[in-house]
């Protein structure tokens, strides 16, 4: 069965800096990894994703993430914070070799601080 | 656009009353979630389906039960709703795997039971 961990509960950031949301996952085939970010009182928006490939992987708002196979991670990255990145992050796996769920993380919350 | 419609919004009921929430996508995607959502335990699977009248239970099915009549719709039903079902309802929905691989997120229907 596929599980995802997000260590942090809550990421302090001041606006301007660089930020990272930690991921790591576990699947028995291969990994299909998302992101997801949530605004107060919304569903949840896609942000990226890795399939194959690059390993890095670039998405929507200036997100990106790395994968790192040997670490079973996917950290979510940004270069430089915003205010407005402030949200609830969720990081998502399903098991590539079958067309089964999507398992997600309990969260992470992200506070930009101005 | 990718559109994911659940019924509404907001939602009170009394404890032991049935409830229906109902979750519409405009896609034609084969897979639909139902997951629920609560500070700290992130989002947890309740029930999927990969197609019509097919269901899978997911981490959390006890109380629930779903109904998959049509391909874009998808219905969770709480048999006899009880307090500890207060809670944030998302319903998404994705294609196969050989196709986007992304959920897609409804709103959210904020339930409360009394």
């Known amino acids: 069965a596929q599980s995802v961990a997000q260590p942090e509960d809550q990421v302090n950031v001041a606006e301007g800096n660089p930020l990272t949301v930690k991921c790591t996952y576990s699947?028995?085939?291969?990994?299909?990894l998302f992101w997801y970010v949530q605004y107060p009182n919304r569903g949840l928006q896609f942000l990226l994703k890795y399939i194959t490939g690059d390993n890095l992987v670039k998405g929507s708002y200036g997100f990106e993430a790395e994968f790192n196979k040997s670490q079973t991670s996917f950290h979510l990255k940004k270069p430089s914070a915003l205010v407005s990145d402030s949200a609830l992050y969720f990081c998502?796996?399903?098991?590539?070799?079958?067309?089964?769920?999507?398992?997600f993380g309990k969260g992470t919350r992200l506070h930009i601080l101005p | 656009d990718v559109k994911v419609t659940q019924s509404s919004r907001y939602l009170v009921k009394r404890t032991g009353e049935k409830v229906f929430l109902e979750c519409v996508q405009d896609m034609d995607h084969e897979n639909m979630f139902w997951y629920r959502q609560d500070p700290g335990l992130g989002l947890r699977l309740i029930y999927f389906s990969y197609d019509v009248k097919m269901k899978e239970k997911g981490d959390i099915p006890e109380g629930y039960s779903v109904s998959r009549e049509k391909k874009e719709r998808f219905s969770l039903i709480l048999e006899s709703a009880s307090t500890n079902q207060t809670s944030m309802y998302l319903c998404?929905?994705?294609?196969?795997?050989?196709?986007?691989?992304?959920?897609?997120f409804g709103q959210g229907t904020r339930l409360t039971v009394v």
């Open positions: 998404a929905s994705s294609a196969i795997l050989d196709m986007n691989t992304e959920a897609f």
């Open positions: 998502a796996v399903r098991d590539g070799d079958r067309d089964d769920k999507i398992i």
């Open positions: 699947v028995s085939g291969n990994p299909y």
